[in-house]
C-alpha cells in the first residue's frame, strides 16, 4: 500500500474521482480539491482550526431560511460574488450597461405596479422618483420592457428582514413604447448587511465596518435582450468605495437631482438613468443569476420567518455618529 504524503494525497483524489461522468462536474471538483488542499498546505491547518470552519459552515447553513440567504452573504462578503458577477459580465455580446449583485434579497413575485405608482406602500421615508430609458446596445427604444426594482425602507432595511409576510418597496414596471420607465419611491439608506448571524461575526473580527452604500436594485429583461442584474448607487454615499460586498461601481453611481424639469413628475428629488441591454446569446440563456430569491433555496413558509437581528449597538451607534444614519427616518412624504 501507498503511503500518502502532504504532497501525493492530492493526486490520488483527483484519480479516484475521474470516474465522474459530467465534464464540467469533473473540472470543477478537481479543481477546487487542488486550491482547497494547497490552502490547508499553505496555512499548516491545524485539526482545531479545521473542526472550527466545519462548525462555522455548519452555522451557515442553520442560519439559512426561506427569508434568509446566509451562504450568499458568505460569498457576497468575500468578494467571490462580485467575481463570478464581473466575469459572467464580460461575456455579453454587446456593450451594455454592467451588471451588478443581485444579493440575497430580491423576491420572486413581486406586485406589478403603472408607471410612476409609489412603491413604498408602508415604509415612510422621502420621496424620490427614477426615471429614463431602457435601450438595445444601439440606443433603440425597448417597448414594454420589463424593470423590477427593489430597495431598503428608509430604515435601512429590506421588508423580508422585518416581516417576510408582507412585500414593500419593491415592484415590477413595464416600459412605454418609447421605453421609458417612471418608479416612485422612497430614497434608501446605506445598510449594513445582516450582522447577526455567522458571516457577521467573521466581518466583525475582521473589524470591517459592515456596511453597503445606498442602493436601488433593478433586473430589467426583454424578449431576445440578455437580462440585466444591476443597481444604482446613490452619489455622495461614504461607502461607494468601500461596499462591504464590494458591489458598487463607478459607472452605476447616480445623483438625486432637485428640480430636474426633464422629470415626469414634478416637485419632487430624481435619479434619471439609462439602462442598454446587450442581444442575448444562446450561452445567456444557460447564465443564471449571481444570487436568487431566498425561497428558492431554502423550501419552507415565509410567512413565519424570524425577523434579522439589528447591527451590534456600538456599531449602529458610531455609523448614526458618522453618517447621520437615522436621519432618513420618520420623515413624512
Ligand atoms: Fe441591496
Redesign the pocket.
Known amino acids: 500500500m501507498r503511503a500518502y504524503t502532504p504532497e501525493t494525497i492530492t493526486d490520488a483524489v483527483i484519480e479516484q474521482m475521474s470516474s465522474t461522468t459530467d465534464p464540467r462536474l469533473k473540472e470543477i471538483m478537481a479543481c477546487a480539491v487542488r486550491h482547497l488542499h494547497a490552502f490547508a498546505r499553505e496555512v499548516n491547518l491545524t485539526p482545531a482550526e479545521w473542526i472550527k470552519g466545519i462548525e462555522f459552515m455548519t452555522k451557515v447553513g442553520q442560519m439559512c431560511t426561506p427569508a434568509r440567504q446566509e451562504f450568499i452573504l458568505l460569498s457576497d462578503t468575500i468578494g467571490l460574488s462580485a467575481l463570478v458577477n464581473i466575469m459572467h459580465d464580460k461575456t455579453k455580446v454587446e456593450a451594455a450597461t454592467s451588471a451588478s449583485l443581485l ?1 440575497p ?1 430580491f423576491r420572486e413575485n413581486t406586485p406589478k405596479f403603472a408607471p410612476g405608482e409609489q412603491i413604498a406602500k408602508q415604509a415612510d421615508g422621502a420621496e424620490i422618483v427614477l426615471f429614463g430609458r431602457i435601450v438595445s446596445a444601439k440606443g433603440e427604444p425597448l417597448a414594454g420592457a420589463q424593470v423590477t426594482v427593489w ?2 425602507a428608509a430604515d435601512g432595511r ?1 421588508d423580508i428582514q422585518t416581516d417576510a409576510s408582507t412585500m414593500d418597496c419593491r415592484g415590477i414596471f413595464s416600459t412605454d413604447h418609447e421605453g421609458n420607465y417612471l418608479v416612485r419611491t422612497v430614497r434608501p439608506l446605506g ?1 449594513y448587511i445582516p450582522l447577526d448571524g455567522p458571516v457577521g461575526g467573521l466581518v466583525q473580527a475582521q473589524r470591517r465596518h459592515g456596511m ?1 452604500p445606498a ?1 436601488i ?1 433593478f433586473l430589467i429583461s426583454a424578449p431576445g435582450y440578455r437580462e440585466l442584474t444591476t ?1 444604482l448607487y446613490i452619489a455622495g454615499d461614504d461607502h461607494l468605495e468601500d461596499d462591504v460586498v464590494f458591489g458598487a461601481s463607478g459607472d452605476l453611481v447616480a445623483e438625486i437631482k432637485a428640480g430636474d424639469p426633464a422629470c415626469p413628475i414634478s416637485g419632487l428629488p430624481s435619479i434619471r438613468f439609462d439602462f442598454s441591454l446587450s442581444r442575448e446569446s444562446m450561452a445567456d440563456k444557460l447564465g443564471g443569476r449571481v444570487g436568487a430569491d431566498p425561497g428558492q433555496i431554502t423550501a419552507g413558509d415565509v410567512s413565519t420567518a424570524k425577523p434579522y437581528g439589528g447591527a451590534p449597538a456600538d456599531m449602529a451607534a458610531e455609523a448614526a455618529g458618522k453618517k447621520g444614519i437615522l436621519s432618513g427616518l420618520f420623515r413624512s412624504r
Open positions: 444579493g434579497f430597495q431598503t429590506y445598510y453597503r442602493h436594485h443597481a
